[in-house]
């Protein structure tokens, strides 16, 4: 079982629409969570943080379970500039400092 | 602003050659990592290091050294490069304990041939 499961999608969602993805994490030392974003043919970048009592950034929501251990991000009033791969990143806090990476969710937006 | 510099964006090199991959980063950090990029299989670990000198294996290293003799700098090295290690590198670095965000560079696209 991977550490870190997405449904890869791709999800084709029409502009203005709402979208969710999910993400699933097996080590349940993990303590640290988020939500990347990676261009095509560009590095990965930091979308935002996930905190356990769920947190907001403009039209980006995400929320943390640790007790089912998934993770998730809603985009409301989706805009052509959010397509995009989202990659779901998990942080164990013992030991080293690796990050595990899901494969990443394929998100495009159609006028 | 922040930044992780990859030397190259595009390299295409011969089976049997040993490859160097190097990676700066301007911001003082002290973990550095390498990551291998490939369809279906996502962002996968090579290599870490958390100072100068120290390297931690990480999920796929067979094929791959590093080394890190300063601490801006980050080298993955492919001793007998093979077709199956085409892929995407992907550098990071990250301050110590308790940092809120990686920061990648832009990428190698390494074909081997």
Known sequence: ?111 | DVKVTQSSRYLVKRTGEKVFLECVQDMDHENMFWYRQDPGLGLRLIYFSYDVKMKEKGDIPEGYSVSREKKERFSLILESASTNQTSMYLCASTQPRDWTEAFFGQGTRLTVV
């Open chain 1, 1 to 111: 079982r991977k550490e870190v499961e997405q449904d890869p999608g791709p999800f084709n969602v029409p502009e203005g629409a709402t979208v969710a993805f999910n993400c699933t994490y097996s080590n349940s030392a993990s303590q640290s969570f988020f939500w990347y974003r990676q261009d095509c043919r560009k590095e990965p970048k930091l979308l935002m943080s996930v905190y356990s009592s769920g947190n907001e950034d403009g039209r980006f929501t995400a929320q943390l379970n640790r007790a089912s251990q998934y993770i998730s991000l809603l985009i409301r009033d989706s805009k052509l500039s959010d397509s995009a791969t989202y990659l779901c990143v998990v942080r164990s806090n013992f030991g080293n400092e690796k990050l595990t990476f899901g494969t990443g969710t394929r998100l495009t937006i159609i006028p």
